[in-house]
């Protein structure tokens, strides 16, 4: 539960702010998103968003931190909220950007490697990459869209955080195979992608889709590995 010093009617407007917040920068990114977009995803007029927040830059940072989980703009006793100081949005994201990455490491996979059958060795795996993912949509989201016009941005997530993620998993894959447990596909690059792109999408994009918000998480998560596991098993049964 947040604590806030904000009056309980304050709160619930600014936490509704920064939902919208999220959605708004997720669809458009940092330089395509307007403050209309968010006073209009919100359900507000324009001058409202200025009680919150001095400028979109301000939004952005509250909306990124929240994306990620971190509710310290929720806490905060003074609103509007000010613009950060010059470099720390990308301080916090290259920081929470590093601990995802962390948990999704060659290491960590590895260490999973021969610790369990072969079926939950593969639902542990596949397991870990789609909770990293559909615990952070939010932020994922509007990282992935702002980056394409934020090249310090890019570069973080896209070459030190995502590339090297992929190679974990392309390093386990292949590791498996070799050793008989897993079935030959054409291409582990292709089949790693695949995976991500299953992941990805029940476990962020599904969110904002009008006709997928009516499937249930447990049920996204689930057919995500079982379509994983009847894919790579050598004689797939039923996944529990």
Not at 128 to 140: H, V
């Amino acid at each position: 539960m947040v604590h806030s010093s904000l009056a309980p009617i304050r709160q619930k407007r600014f936490r509704l702010l920064l939902d919208a917040s999220v959605r708004a920068f997720g669809q458009y990114g940092f330089q395509r998103c307007q403050i209309a977009d968010i006073a209009q995803e919100a359900g507000v007029a324009l001058g409202t968003i200025y009680r919150y927040a001095e400028s979109k830059t301000a939004l952005f940072d509250a909306a990124v931190r929240n994306g990620f989980g971190d509710l310290s703009a929720l806490e905060a006793s003074r609103l509007p909220l000010a613009d950060p100081e010059p470099g720390a949005t990308l301080a916090f994201l290259r920081k929470t950007l590093t601990e995802f990455h962390e948990r999704l490491t060659s290491r960590r996979i590895a260490a999973t490697a021969g610790q369990h059958p072969i079926e939950d060795e593969l639902r542990l795996v596949v397991g870990l990459l789609y909770d990293a993912l559909a615990t952070n949509r939010g932020g994922i989201r509007i990282v992935d869209r702002s980056a394409r016009e934020w090249p310090e941005l890019a570069e973080l997530f896209f070459r030190q955080v995502r590339g090297p993620g992929l190679a974990a998993f392309e390093a386990y894959l292949t590791d498996r195979i070799d050793a008989g447990v897993l079935r030959p596909v054409p291409d582990v690059p292709t089949a790693v992608r695949q995976v991500l792109e299953m992941c990805a999408w029940m476990g962020i994009h599904r969110k904002w889709t009008p006709d997928d918000q009516c499937i249930a998480d447990e049920a996204a998560r689930e057919s995500v590995l079982c379509f994983t596991l009847r894919t790579l098993l050598p004689n797939p049964g039923a996944p529990r």
